[in-house]
């Protein structure tokens, strides 16, 4: 785990030390001069066209807050006031990059900054970026530079009534920051270190820290369960294949809601191998086991009404002698058998199984994510991941929730014609078809096959957004993105 920077709360009349003052400076204000001690000092630099307010935008002055600090750092929240949490989430993330590129080790900022419609809620976003924005993998590097420790306090009048719930929620905020930098961790591990051992071993770890329940099935138990899609996948790999259900359960639990991932820890393609160019990305061909993984200990650790059944699967796609073939014919856990056209095309044949694994459960819902296909990138470019579900409510609470935390998914179709596509002449269903037309959409009407009468039902392609993220200022250019985390949590407590 990288050093998180702390955050408190801290009454007005307390005198707080800081080498630097956070302003939160609106369009607005800032060219009318108004914002307290250092209204001028932005008029001034609006002037300079220096600092407009501009979402994102800094200006940093050093020895410009004599008064209570050493400096100031104005961050632009564009127009205020607003109830959008998401531009206060990003200034905080452009907050914090200013602090370390100048090395400042601690700021203070007072919470009538804030112009939203809940000062809290604005500050407890400004503080989610800031940690997340922080989040450091360098642990592998003999020479990693020792990581700078941050503090940022908020200063909150005592008039408000707002310290106490200021506090609650700067301790919220630094729960997710943990939970997604746990999902970005696990992405990020190289495979010879994230094996599917590894994967299994940590979760083990942390269900035990938090109260969680935790099963680990090997691949002879997975056999038992007549797993072979799961098996097939992580034949051709000398490391054996783990299957993790982990599971929260409050006392009187309101509905159950079951998470399931993709967790190929490295993908070759198998026999279709897969070109040399990038292939050291596919490391991260487990971000949807990570983000259910981490969204289920979010739910867990925030308390959730709700019970949550997280399943996954971890295993290798790799080449050998043993390893799947195309024209291959294998008996899927609930029966139907699949042909392999393509076994590049293989995050589907291991979520059939864990689908109808986790249904076991008796789920009211069953929610899937998976980096599944690069046609969802094509359709949708990295702004936004795939939604397929046939269900419109469904679709709308998780694009409620999705929008709350200032994430994005898009509803896409499950056209019946495409049923026709994948059907095989030799088994119930093929794996793949030899075209380029609609691989996100085929590959969801593929998992809807094995997806029971009357199941609530959703799947997340995270393709396009598990990696390699640069645009949002709070998750990092290279590597996982920990992107969903957040939305998932949310959905499972809220359903």
């Known amino acids: 785990m990288w050093k998180i920077p702390s955050l408190r709360s801290q009454p007005k009349l307390v005198a707080v030390e800081a080498d630097l003052v956070l302003v939160a400076q609106d369009a607005a204000r800032s060219k009318s001069g108004e914002g ?46 607003s109830p959008d949490a998401e531009k206060y989430r990003r200034a905080g993330a452009q907050a914090y990059s200013k602090l370390s590129t100048e090395k400042v080790s601690s700021a203070r900022i007072q ?46 009048s005592p008039r408000a009534g707002l310290t106490q719930s200021l506090s609650a929620e700067l301790k919220r905020v630094k729960i997710v920051a943990e939970c997604v930098g746990l999902s970005r961790d696990l992405s990020n591990e190289p495979s010879n270190v994230g094996t599917p051992e590894f994967m299994a071993s940590e979760i083990q770890k942390l269900a035990k820290k938090h109260g969680l329940k935790c099963r680990v099935l090997n691949e002879r138990q997975a056999a038992s369960e007549k797993m072979a899609l799961f098996l097939g996948v992580g034949a051709g790999s000398e490391r054996e294949g783990k299957v993790v259900v982990l599971e929260y359960s409050p006392k009187k639990p309101r ?21 040399a160019a990038n292939m050291e990305a596919m490391k991260h061909d487990m971000g949807g086991a990570a983000a259910v993984v981490a969204a289920t200990f979010l739910a867990a650790r925030q308390k959730s009404p709700n019970r949550v059944v997280c399943v996954v699967g971890f295993t290798e796609n790799m080449p050998d002698g043993a390893a799947l073939q195309p024209g291959n014919i294998i008996r899927a856990r609930s029966g139907k058998t699949v042909e392999i056209i393509n076994t590049d095309a293989e995050g589907r044949l291991i979520l059939a199984d ?23 990138s094509i359709a949708l470019g990295q702004h936004y991941a795939g939604l397929f579900t046939p269900d419109q409510k469904l679709q709308e609470r998780l694009e409620r929730a999705a929008q709350a935390e200032g994430e994005r998914l898009w509803p896409m179709p499950l056209p019946e014609e495409s049923l026709d596509d994948i059907k095989s002449d030799h088994a119930d269903l093929k794996n793949s078809v030899n075209d380029s037309f609609a691989g996100s959409i085929r590959a969801a009407v593929f998992l809807q096959q094995f997806v029971r009468k009357g199941q609530a039902w959703a799947h997340i392609d995270m393709s396009n957004v598990a990696k390699n993220m640069g645009y949002l200022p709070y998750v990092p250019k290279r590597g996982g993105t920990g992107l969903l985390v957040r939305t998932l949590a949310r959905f499972a407590s809220e359903y």
Do not use: M, W
């Open 111 to 156: 919470l009538e900054e804030f112009q939203g419609a809940d000062p809290v809620v604005a500050a407890g976003a400004f503080a989610e970026g800031f940690l997340l924005a922080s989040y450091r993998f360098d642990h592998h590097k003999s020479s990693a530079a020792e990581s700078q420790a941050f503090s940022l306090t908020f200063v909150v």
């Open 354 to 376: 864990l689908l109808d694994l986790a249904q076991d459960y008796t789920p009211d819902v069953c929610v899937d994510a998976a980096t599944l296909t690069f046609a969802i």
């Open 255 to 275: 509905k159950t809601v079951a998470l399931v991932g993709k967790g190929i820890t490295f993908d070759s393609g198998g026999i279709s191998i897969k070109p």
């Open 36 to 81: 307290g001690l250092y209204g001028a000092l932005q008029a001034q630099l609006v002037r300079q066209k220096v600092a407009s307010g501009k979402l994102g935008q800094t200006a940093f002055v050093r020895n410009g807050g004599k008064r209570l600090a050493e400096s100031v750092l104005f961050v632009g929240i564009g127009p205020a006031p």
